[in-house]
Nanobody
Framework: QVQLVASGGGSVQAGGSLDVSCAASGTILRVNTWAWYRQAPGQTRELVAQITRDQVTDDRDSVKGRFTISRDNVMNIAYLRMNSLKPEDTALYYC???????????????WGQGTQVTVSS
């Protein structure tokens, strides 16, 4: 069984910075892609950023140059550094991880609980 626990987030004024992290625990052989999604009230969930095991990243256009995703392959943790935050970044942020639990299993996507990010103008 694999669990993802997200932490960080909070409230900040526009222009400020916040960090969120997500730790995977349980039976884990390898984590392939980590990703962060967000969902604002009344909006559909959207992909914010993702990072492969080889550290290749991809960010949505609206956060390019402001958000940085990173990962620790030893500790199985993903991070999202958010700078120059805007009110439109306000949302519940979710992490996902594509996890291979054992050598005989394929990858399965797990979701963490959401962590709230609120940016005031």
């Amino acid at each position: 069984q694999v669990q993802l626990v997200a932490s960080g987030g909070g409230s900040v004024q526009a222009g400020g910075s916040l960090d969120v992290s997500c730790a995977a625990s349980g039976t884990i052989l390898r984590v392939n892609t980590w990703a962060w999604y967000r969902q604002a009230p009344g909006q559909t969930r959207e992909l914010v950023a993702q990072i492969t095991r080889d550290q290749v990243t991809d960010d949505r256009d609206s956060v390019k140059g402001r958000f940085t995703i990173s990962r620790d392959n030893v500790m199985n943790i993903a991070y999202l550094r958010m700078n120059s935050l805007k009110p439109e970044d306000t949302a519940l942020y979710y992490c996902t991880a594509d996890v291979q639990a054992t050598a005989t299993e394929g990858y399965r996507t797990y979701w963490g609980q959401g962590t709230q990010v609120t940016v005031s103008s």
